[in-house]
């Protein structure tokens, strides 16, 4: 079987490597015109975490993790005010966890596709035609490729489901946040951060900082929009929303890039009645994004994919292994997404009696008990 990916991040390496490992013929196709730097650290653990160790890659991903002492709250003089052990967050999960940036999970991905998969980086989909028999992908210089399957795995913002689905307006799920990611060279920062995610114990906005293995600190951050809007200019954007944030904050506004050097996005769910039409269909984060808030995105990227690519070859047809990817996977990323709404409220209070009641949760999550509860909460189905 010939297959066209389309999306060389999370999910379009994965499966691009497992269907090679099936046999099959494999194209993906990647618009920017070279891997892209930007982005933050996840914590990797949940389906994707044994989806990559059944994939044999556990051992490249875990030689890139970061060891994290914790996940600290402060306040704008920066005093701690909770603190979350990342030893206890491990616990809860059974120790099936790592620490990365997206950016290192996606070299390790590629460090590991088999040489028969092609990747080609600055070729975007224009069009595509499916006649029942055969799809046919058009790029942006005129090129085609025939394929006998063609996966969107393009992100929230799919090429792919538009062409084939329709305008993202029709299944977007806007959460009320934006957010944003950057890197910087900041020594004062770096010595208050290191070894720990630090974050602005804040309302409507927060700002979180961990230090890079090259010494470079790396900044996160969200707040609430009523608007989905991306903005033209992401660096100005971004300084007017954390501007009057203290602690370290205003010293790292000063050093953030300009705006082609600066993550940002609306964050968001995908939710569409069906994931595949005909001889095209999508995973990841362009038929089921769950948003930062529920987490794991990574990882369901990453066991999507294994599930689609095993499915495809259990099948007696690829209509049944469509049928049976979804049939098996879209429960697990529903249960996601609505974790993620659920959550929404709590991973940014919006008063100082939801601070408050976060602050005390975080201390209640060190009983075994709870931790046990924390463990089952945040790991889903």
Same mark, same amino acid.
């Given at each position: 079987?010939?297959v066209?990916? *389309?999306g ?6 994965a ?13 993906v196709?990647e618009?920017?015109?070279? @891997?892209r ?7 990797f653990?949940?389906p ?10 556990? &051992?490249?991903?875990r030689?890139?993790?970061?060891e ?5 709250f ?8 909770a603190?979350m &052990?990342?030893?206890q967050?491990r616990?809860?999960?059974?120790g099936?966890l *790592? ?5 290192d ?8 596709l &088999?040489?028969t998969v092609?990747?080609?980086y600055?070729?975007?989909l224009?069009?595509l ?6 799809? $046919?992908?058009t790029?942006?210089d005129?090129?085609?490729? !025939? ?5 969107g795995a393009?992100?929230?913002?799919? $090429? ?6 329709? !305008? ?19 020594p004062r ?12 114990d ?9 230090v ?6 790396a ?6 929009a009523?608007?989905? $809007?991306?903005p033209d ?5 971004? $300084?007017e929303?954390y ?6 904050? @205003?010293e ?8 082609? /050097? ?6 968001? /769910?995908i939710?569409l &009645? ?10 990841g984060?362009? *038929? ?5 808030l529920?987490g794991?995105?990574a ?7 294994k599930?689609?690519?095993d /499915?495809?070859h259990?099948a @007696?047809?690829?209509?049944a ?6 049939? /098996?996977w879209?429960p697990?990323?529903e249960?996601k ?11 940014? @209070?919006?008063?100082?009696w !939801?601070?408050?009641v976060?602050r005390?949760?975080l ?13 089952q909460?945040?790991?889903?189905k």
């Amino acid at each position: 079987m010939k297959v066209v990916i *389309c999306g060389a991040g999370i999910a379009g390496l994965a499966l691009a490597r497992q269907l090679a490992t099936h046999g099959d013929e494999v194209v993906v196709l990647e618009r920017s015109p070279h @891997p892209r730097e930007q982005g933050y650290m996840i914590d990797f653990f949940g389906p994707g975490y044994d989806a990559a160790d059944q994939m044999g890659l556990l &051992p490249a991903i875990r030689g890139v993790a970061y060891e994290i002492e914790n996940a600290s709250f402060v306040d704008e003089h920066g005093s701690t005010r909770a603190t979350m &052990p990342y030893d206890q967050l491990r616990r809860a999960v059974g120790g099936r966890l *790592c620490s990365l940036m997206r950016p290192d999970l996606e070299e390790v991905l590629r460090q590991h596709l &088999p040489a028969t998969v092609d990747l080609r980086y600055g070729a975007a989909l224009t069009g595509l035609d499916d006649n029942g028999e055969q799809v $046919t992908a058009t790029l942006a210089d005129g090129s085609t490729l !025939e394929a006998d399957l063609l996966v969107g795995a393009d992100g929230i913002h799919s $090429t792919v489901r538009r062409l084939a689905f329709g !305008e993202e307006s029709a299944f977007l799920r806007f959460l009320g946040f934006h957010t944003s990611a950057f890197v910087f060279d900041a020594p004062r920062i770096r010595d208050a951060c290191r070894g720990r995610f630090a974050m602005t114990d804040t309302i409507g906005r927060e700002m979180g900082f961990y230090v890079l293995r090259d010494g470079c600190v790396a900044a996160f951050g969200v707040h609430r929009a009523e608007d989905p $809007t991306l903005p033209d200019d992401a660096r100005r954007a971004v $300084t007017e929303a954390y501007r009057g944030l203290g602690w370290v904050v @205003p010293e790292a506004l000063e050093h953030c890039p300009p705006s082609a /050097q600066i993550y940002y996005d609306q964050v968001a /769910q995908i939710e569409l &009645p069906r994931w595949s039409a005909g001889r095209v269909t999508l995973v990841g984060d362009s *038929c089921y994004a769950v948003s930062l808030l529920a987490g794991q995105g990574a990882s369901l990227a990453i066991a999507g994919a294994k599930v689609l690519a095993d /499915q495809l070859h259990g099948a @007696p047809t690829l209509a049944a292994g469509l049928a049976a990817y979804e049939r /098996q996977w879209r429960p697990v990323a529903e249960d996601k997404q609505k974790a993620g709404r659920a959550a929404a409220r709590w991973f940014l @209070p919006r008063s100082r009696w !939801e601070l408050g009641v976060r602050r005390a949760a975080l201390g209640l999550a060190r009983i075994p008990l709870v931790n046990r509860l924390v463990g089952q909460l945040i790991s889903g189905k």
